[in-house]
């Protein structure tokens, strides 16, 4: 797909060009913000797995550049706004950037010295990795991403903060949500506008942190296993979906956000034609295709087994 038939199917790329976003995904948090109300009295954020950056831009336009414009804040009380990815990214204005594995645990340790004994009032992660397309696979591997991010959460979140992160939802998006609950007084779902309604991806927000009476970070593995366990129950595959059936089945709340009669992510808009349309949209092969793509030895093989195929027939 060429750069103008992007940004003809997909206003939010288009728009992020036109805003300076460096992604589309600063549509979802900005929606996420309109209907939650994210940034209210945040000091204090950790970007996780943030690069390119468009969320640490939306964080750092939201918090730390009117604070910085504003004579009456002093340089010690400017929002702090520290972000981590496996990928170096660009500078971005009142961001602090730690490049590192979120699933590591000194990962955390880097993380909480920069908050220098204070505790954060925003966890924000879009962590996601590599899509295969499988969505049980997918959803596994996001959900021990997320895993990563509340293991941080329950140590840089201060009493009383917010959550919010990247989710597929799939089969056991129900375990996911009572597992949440056990943290947080307020768990939704939520799915902006710029979210495609075509992707498995949603969002939750949790608020108000309240880890349960006791906690201990160190138990947070056991403390997630035995929402699967219920008493009575051995059967592994039992405590994944099956028991939350009957009384014991939870409803979700879910939100959709963003101007619900703004732009649709998953519109395509219409090619140009002529005026009077008498001339219909014709699609040009690509200038350049890729030499060496990943998939070509592949392709080569595929060619190969089904041209032996044919000789044994
Ligand atoms: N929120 C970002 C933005 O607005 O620009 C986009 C995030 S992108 C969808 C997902 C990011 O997750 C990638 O940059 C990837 O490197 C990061 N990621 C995936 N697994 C990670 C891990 N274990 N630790 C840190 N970052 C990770």
């Known amino acids: 797909m060429g750069k103008a038939s992007k940004d003809k199917r997909d206003i939010y790329y288009r728009k992020a060009k036109e805003e300076g976003w460096r992604a589309r995904s600063a549509f979802k948090l900005l929606q996420i913000d309109e209907e939650f109300n994210i940034f209210d009295g945040v ?13 640490s831009q939306v964080l750092s336009r939201k918090l730390y550049v009117p604070a910085k414009l504003s004579s009456e804040c002093r340089d010690e009380d400017l929002p702090l706004i520290v972000a981590i990815d496996l990928q170096p990214m660009a500078p971005i204005d009142g961001v602090i950037q730690v490049q590192g594995d979120i699933t590591n645990a000194r990962t955390a340790e880097v993380v909480i010295r920069h908050f220098d004994g204070c505790k954060a009032d925003l966890v924000v992660c879009d962590g996601a990795p590599d899509v295969t397309g499988l969505h049980d696979m997918d959803e596994f591997v996001q959900s021990q991403l997320i895993l990563a991010a509340l293991t941080i959460v329950t140590h840089v979140l201060r009493v009383g903060g917010k959550f919010i992160a990247k989710i597929f939802r799939g089969k ?9 609950k056990i943290f947080f007084e307020q768990v939704t779902f939520a799915k902006p506008k710029s979210s495609r309604n075509s992707s ?21 593995y056991h403390l997630l296993e035995k929402v699967g366990t219920p008493s009575g129950v051995s059967n ?15 409803y979700i709340p879910f939100l959709a956000c ?32 890729p030499i060496a ?14 041209t032996s195929t044919h000789r044994l027939v």
Request: glycine share 6%.
């Open 236 to 250: 592994d595959s039992d405590c994944r979906s099956g028991w939350l059936e009957g009384p014991n089945k939870v």
């Open 172 to 180: 056991d998006t129900s375990l996911l949500y009572c597992q949440l």
């Open 43 to 55: 000091k204090r954020v950790v970007d996780l797995c943030a690069a390119p950056g468009s969320w």
């Open 293 to 306: 793509p990943p998939y070509k030895k592949a392709l080569e093989m595929k060619k190969a087994a089904s």
């Open 258 to 289: 963003g101007d619900l009669s703004g732009y649709d992510s998953d519109r395509s808009y219409p090619l140009p034609s002529s005026q009077d349309g008498s001339q219909s949209y014709q699609s040009l092969e690509p200038v350049q295709p």
């Open 200 to 220: 498995i991806e949603a969002f939750v927000v949790c608020e108000k942190y309240s880890p349960p009476e006791g906690f201990n970070e160190k138990d947070l």
